[in-house]
């Protein structure tokens, strides 16, 4: 095998990568919305929950902001891979992600004041829907490349 064909390879294989971790990123996601609609339900108005789960879940869903962080640093670190580890590009280009991660750590530290976890919540809750949205987007629009092929 040549030079050339393994890069080809090689990239192929990241850029499949960067996929999965879109794809774990969005179900990610969901799971935190399904978390936001069982215990911060009154930030959206709402009266009673409308999904019930045990209150001892309520710690494994704090986790899932952590590794959406951790899933957006690999696939922001494939993204560097795919674009020949050019910096400027990744900035130029993938600006949002870049954006989304670093606004995880900056904002959790405000979960633990107690006046501002309201607009704690609801900031994240707007994040998180915003990169939802975006990473569908995205993954629709590879989907429709490979259906006009």
């Known amino acids: 095998m040549n ?3 393994s890069s080809t390879i ?4 990241i850029m499949v990568y ?3 971790a ?3 990123v969005i179900i990610l996601l969901v799971i935190f919305f399904i978390s936001f609609l069982v215990f911060d339900y009154e ?3 709402l009266d009673k929950a409308p999904i019930s789960l045990p209150h001892e879940t309520k710690q494994y869903f704090d986790l899932i902001p952590w590794i959406v962080f951790a899933v957006l640093v690999f696939d922001l670190y494939l993204k ?3 674009l020949g580890n050019d910096l400027r590009l990744l900035f130029k280009h993938h600006w949002l992600d870049i954006a989304m ?5 900056v904002l959790m530290p405000l979960k633990f004041i107690k ?6 919540k609801v900031i994240k809750s707007t994040k998180f829907g915003y990169k939802l949205g975006h990473k569908v987007n995205k993954f629709l629009t590879v989907l429709k490349r490979k259906s006009l092929r």
């Open 22 to 24: 879109d794809i774990v």
């Open 115 to 120: 006046i501002t976890t309201k607009l704690f």
């Open 43 to 45: 930030i959206l108005g």
């Open 18 to 20: 960067s996929k999965v």
């Open 80 to 82: 560097y891979l795919i």
């Open 3 to 5: 030079n050339d064909s």
């Open 10 to 13: 090689r990239l192929n294989t």
């Open 101 to 105: 991660a670093v606004s995880i750590p």
